[in-house]
């Protein structure tokens, strides 16, 4: 109990300490019970054998784990050989999330940087016409590009009817149309932490490197990029692990040949085809994944500490 | 080669305009190769926007501006051989010092090595040999301020342009670079124009000094003639301290001006171009060319009420009521000689100005 | 400024802003235009017609969607107000509840929905409730909703929290209020914005939900992200595009108020 010191700003203080714990109940319980326990609950799954209709049998076995990896099982007759069928699953959906997050990048950042520059009046504005996409249903968004996107849709109407292909390109049910529906769903989470990394840079410094013979790609090379690191960084990441997990795209989008994690792991838990610990094998290895990218990204937060 | 001075900079009729508001008016000038110059005024007077034409951040809206004879408003800044002394130094935070100040260097094609060694003779030129691996972060901002000078120094511009550099630092530090400045622009040869608006700094340190106000040039001359003889009201309000007031000349010989000032009192002194028998003209007499006495001396005195007297450390400042005249202001040293001067209050004075000391101003 | 004096501009930014705005906004102004497509296919145009928007309402599908919608806006509705509540409560201990061992943890929990992907979050809670046998149904959706919710209640309120200078519960208490007077007649009006903010911020992201959603809900039941989902899964159909239209404008009319909400905020 206690006042004890104020910390950081003037909004920082103790004036309700004695009640935090009370105030802390709710959340505690809430999100304990609905999220902490599950997760809990979920690891041990993953480590149970599957039922026949979906959920499981309190029977202990790696067997899930094993299924992922393994051709006959680490613990079955023979040689246990690597199984590529869902690490292979894994791997693409690495790459598809990458391949998001670069051209995330390569329109996010002209467009934050531009923003970012436009006069104070107008600049709330821009930064508006950006995110409002983003408050509209993320299904409805993604329903939006695949019916722009068909092969009898819009776009190809348009552009046949322009007279600039003879036939509908076919886009839905390819890689780029999934690369599409990511980039659509996340570049929001791009654009922003760009966009006020880019607000917080002095422009003396370009300034400064113009007047010792820079050219403006070399500035933006040499001064600007390592200024708005951090926010490039938090871009990447908030376009990177929603589009590792990411389900809505790829089902809708990619169809069945463009199967990701998020669709595998969907697949254990619809019907009577299921099988749940494989499911909850398959998202720990996600988490893991997601954890292990934070936790180095902290860690190296930690150790550039106040660089400027 | 004429045996006159090289011109490096040259502004001819220089207008900047945004929209309907013009900042700077046909301004024209011609700085000196390995000269110390300086452009002085108030803000808001054009003197950055000038500075930043010459480096290329600006556009000249009318005009031409010549380094060496070669016109280069056409140029962008990363072409132009000038650099910049930023008023807040603008180091690049993410790299050393020595990175700083090599960057000019490998700009413009040298290798890292090659950079590395150049810049490395600049800080010890500044004495900062010491800190060439840390970062500007971690250094005071007199530290930051030479490194910013090395790193504009070390790719041998023609000309460097110094904006305020020495605004942010305290007094006796500012006073220190003062002299440092002069030692090295003396030391390199380089034509160095400043900014500033402070005038004992332009005094202490020009060669020749740019008046500027509201975009127009007012006076362009050695530190001496600026100060002793101010053109206008202006200049000589801004430089230095002065004695400001209105007379009526009544006659004018052979080149001398008598003037009334009021309560039938009178001077003679220079006459200037534009003043005419019968006009109203502003004087400008500066407070330590005045002489206070007891009485009356050979040459003209005029007749007064002292005031109040003020103690100011170094000098004793004198407030003086001439007889139907202005208010005056007096300055005497504060040595033996000047305190046997000194009246008290509510006592009659006269005061005797130098000569040469009174001004007429042309508007 | 022309481009040779101006170090900030570079070509070719400009341009890709305008194009990454039309790939944001041309799906939705397509679908949009063609909820008005008098057509039967989705395929051809034939001229403005509202027999879609009619067709929601009264149509086969009419019941299904009506029911959806209710669930989705009733359980956005709780769940936001509930999530705000516990939000506000949580951001008073930590903001204004002074140092102590249990803080940093707490905020790390609070952020744990946004952190975790939203599948991994989906399967976990599924597992939970099988495993306690939570029957799927409502209500599992509303608790769901609930918890994930309250990181996203959460932002909003403890930024605006920390904007308040603790001068003026001081102030209060000086008066002779004591500390739950202060809350309640000091802190919780300056706070409303963000309240609000928060509010909204849940409200949309319950409506909007669809994987944690689909995981838990069962058979029996649909909101209408899944309802959406589902009818997608059978076909593109054209009233569709009206339901998707209707979202939208909702979507506007949220950001709207949440921004002329902010505008208001006169203690800036």
Not at chain 1, 28 to 50: D, E, H, N, Q, R
Not at chain 1, 214 to 240: E, H, M, N
Not at chain 2, 183 to 208: C, K, N
Not at chain 3, 103 to 110: A, D
């Amino acid at each position: 109990m206690a006042g004890g010191a104020v910390s950081g700003g003037s909004a920082a203080s103790d004036t309700y300490a004695e009640a935090r714990q009370w105030l802390l109940v709710p959340s505690w319980l809430v999100l304990g019970i609905f999220v902490l326990a599950p997760v809990c609950v979920m690891v041990i799954y993953s480590f149970l054998t599957k039922e026949f209709r979906g959920g499981v049998i309190w029977d202990p076995t790696l067997a899930a784990y094993d299924q992922f990896f393994f051709d006959r099982g680490l613990f079955g007759d023979g040689d246990p050989k690597l199984q590529w069928t869902y690490i292979s699953i894994f791997w693409r959906s690495i790459w598809q999330a990458g391949l998001a997050t670069i051209l995330s990048l390569l329109i996010g950042f002209p467009t934050a940087y531009y923003i970012a520059t436009r006069p104070s009046s107008t600049r709330t504005l821009w930064v508006f016409l950006i995110t409002i996409p983003y408050w509209v249903n993320l299904l409805i968004r993604t329903v939006s590009m695949k019916f722009l996107l068909r092969d009898e849709g819009p776009l190809n109407g348009f552009l046949m009817n322009v007279g600039l292909i003879n036939d509908p390109l076919h886009i839905i049910n390819t890689n780029l149309a999934v690369q599409l529906g990511l980039f659509y769903s996340y570049l929001p989470f791009m654009v922003l932490p760009i966009y006020a990394a880019v607000e917080r840079y002095n422009f003396t410094l370009s300034e400064a490197a113009a007047d010792l013979y820079a050219t403006k790609w070399t500035t933006l090379r040499r001064i600007l990029l390592p200024a708005v690191k951090p926010g490039v960084i938090a871009g990447c990441i908030l376009v990177f692990v929603p589009s590792l997990g990411a389900f809505l795209a790829p089902d809708l989008l990619g169809g069945a040949k463009n199967f990701m994690i998020g669709s595998l792991i969907e697949e254990q838990f619809k019907g009577n085809a299921g099988n749940w610990p494989f499911g909850a094998a398959a998202s720990m290895i996600l988490l893991s994944m997601v954890m292990i990218i934070l936790l180095i990204l902290s860690s190296q937060r930690r150790r550039a500490g106040v660089d400027q | 080669m004429d045996d006159a001075a090289k011109i490096a900079v040259d502004v001819r009729d220089v207008y900047k305009r945004y929209g309907d508001v013009t900042v700077l008016h046909q301004i024209s000038l011609a700085i000196y190769d390995n000269e110390f110059f300086t452009l002085l005024g108030p803000s808001g007077c054009g003197k950055t926007t000038l500075l930043r034409m010459i480096a290329g951040f600006e556009d000249v809206s009318q005009g031409g501006i010549y380094l060496f004879g070669d016109e280069i408003k056409a140029l962008p800044p990363h072409k132009r051989p000038v650099n910049t002394v930023f008023q807040n130094y603008a180091l690049f935070p993410h790299m050393t010092v020595l990175e700083n100040v090599g960057f000019g260097l490998e700009m413009k094609g040298r290798s890292r090595a090659e950079a590395a060694k150049r810049a490395g003779e600049m800080l010890e030129l500044v004495q900062l040999s010491k800190f060439a691996k840390r970062k500007p972060a971690q250094l005071s901002g007199g530290q930051q301020q030479r490194v910013a000078l090395a790193r504009a120094l070390a790719p041998s511009p023609k000309v460097l342009l110094l904006d305020e550099p020495l605004s942010a630092l305290d007094l006796k530090l500012r006073k220190a670079m003062q002299i440092e400045l002069k030692h090295i622009q003396r030391e390199t040869g380089i034509t160095f124009i400043f900014v500033t608006h402070d005038q004992e700094e332009a005094l202490t340190m020009s060669d020749r000094i740019a008046v500027m106000s509201a975009g127009e040039l007012q006076q362009l001359g050695a530190p001496r003639d600026i100060y002793e003889y101010p053109r206008n009201m202006f200049v000589a309000n801004f430089i230095g301290d002065t004695n400001l007031f209105e007379v009526s000349v009544n006659k004018i010989t052979n080149g001398r001006a008598q003037c009334h000032i009021g309560g039938g009192q009178e001077l003679t002194t220079d006459a200037v171009d534009g003043v005419a028998v019968g006009s109203k003209v502003n004087l400008s007499v500066r407070p330590e060319r005045m002489i206070l006495s007891h009485q009356s001396s050979d040459g003209e005195s005029l007749k007064g009420t002292v005031t109040e007297n003020i103690f100011i450390g170094t000098d004793i400042t004198t407030l003086v009521d001439l007889d139907g005249g202005p208010k005056i202001t007096i300055r005497t040293s504060n040595t033996e000689r000047g305190n046997k001067r000194l009246i008290e209050p509510g006592n009659p004075a006269f005061v005797t100005m130098e000569a040469g000391a009174a001004r007429l101003l042309a508007d | 400024m022309s481009a040779r004096t101006d170090v900030k501009t570079y070509s070719g930014f400009q341009f890709t802003t305008i194009l990454c705005i039309l790939i944001l906004y041309a799906p939705l102004i397509v679908v949009t235009v063609y909820s008005f497509n008098a057509s039967e296919s989705i395929t051809t145009w034939r001229g403005l017609s509202l027999r879609w928007y009619v067709d929601i309402f009264v149509g086969p599908e009419s019941a299904k969607f009506q029911q959806a919608a209710i669930n989705s806006f009733s359980i956005a509705i709780i769940a936001a107000t509930l999530a705000t509540a516990i939000a506000t409560a949580a951001a008073t201990a930590i903001v204004r509840g002074g140092k102590y061992r249990l803080r940093t943890p707490s905020l790390g929990l609070i952020s744990l929905p946004i952190m975790v992907p939203e599948i991994v979050l989906a399967v976990a809670t599924l597992i939970f409730f099988n495993f306690i046998g939570f029957a799927r149904g409502y209500m599992t959706i509303l608790v769901a909703h609930i918890a994930f919710c309250i990181p996203f209640a959460y932002l909003p309120i403890q930024a605006r929290m920390q904007g308040i200078e603790n001068t003026y519960e001081h102030a209060a208490m000086d008066l002779y209020a004591t500390k739950a007077q202060a809350f309640r007649r000091i802190l919780l009006p300056l706070m409303m914005p963000g309240i609000i903010s928060g509010f909204l911020l849940a409200f949309i992201v319950s409506l909007d939900d669809f994987i944690i959603t689909n995981f838990v809900k069962g058979a029996g039941i649909e909101t209408l992200p899944t309802a959406i989902f589902g009818s997608v899964k059978q076909g593109l159909k054209p009233n569709i595009m009206a339901i998707s239209t209707m979202l939208l404008g909702l979507s506007i009319v949220m950001v709207t108020i949440s921004y002329f909400v902010s505008k208001s905020d006169n203690t800036k």
